[in-house]
């Protein structure tokens, strides 16, 4: 019976995953196209002075994703889909050290966005309440993760 609920458990680690790499990839672009609709709603406004802004907001986001969908797709499932030790402990690098970066980059591009004054029914106003909304839940999916990553046990293999 103890093996039943570790092999759920390791099946639930890796559907949490899958989920933490869309909504992080999902953050990602819409913190991207609030600053793209800024831009097009502005004219005289150059995208190029918001590069960085969105590079330190929609890295972490992307890197984050991006790991987690390649130790997802090099995962063999094992005994009752109990993932591999080698993937439970990336996974738990991948959530632990992306967390802090996706908070803090995703937070502080995120604020730069409101402070430039958008009006809610624009195009980029309304990208960025949604932004609110797929920060929090990629940042919230990627605790979750971290934390069944480490209550997670794995066979001696």
Same mark, same amino acid.
């Given at each position: ?5 570790? %092999?759920?458990?390791? *099946? ?32 005289? #406004?150059?995208?190029? *002075? ?6 330190? %907001? ?19 499932? #094992?005994?009752?889909?109990?993932? #591999? ?20 980059? %995703?937070?502080?591009? *995120? ?5 430039? *004054?958008?009006?809610?029914? #624009? ?35």
């Amino acid at each position: 019976m103890r093996s039943t609920k570790v %092999g759920s458990a390791g *099946g639930r680690l890796i559907r949490l995953a899958v989920l933490d790499a869309v909504l992080a990839t999902a953050a990602a672009a819409n913190l991207t196209l609030v600053y793209l609709l800024y831009t097009v709603d502005q004219p005289g #406004s150059s995208l190029a *002075g918001f590069v960085p802004i969105m590079a330190i %907001g929609s890295v972490p986001f992307l890197v984050t994703g991006g790991l987690l969908a390649w130790v997802i797709r090099n995962e063999r499932p #094992s005994e009752g889909d109990q993932p #591999s030790r080698q993937a439970v402990s990336r996974l738990r690098m991948i959530t632990g050290f992306g967390l802090p970066f996706m908070i803090l980059g %995703g937070l502080w591009s *995120g604020l730069a966005a409101a402070l430039l *004054g958008l009006e809610q029914d #624009s195009a980029a106003g309304f990208a960025l309440t949604l932004y609110q909304f797929t920060f929090l839940a990629a940042v919230f999916v990627d605790t979750i993760t971290l934390v069944v990553a480490l209550r997670t046990r794995t066979s001696h293999q």
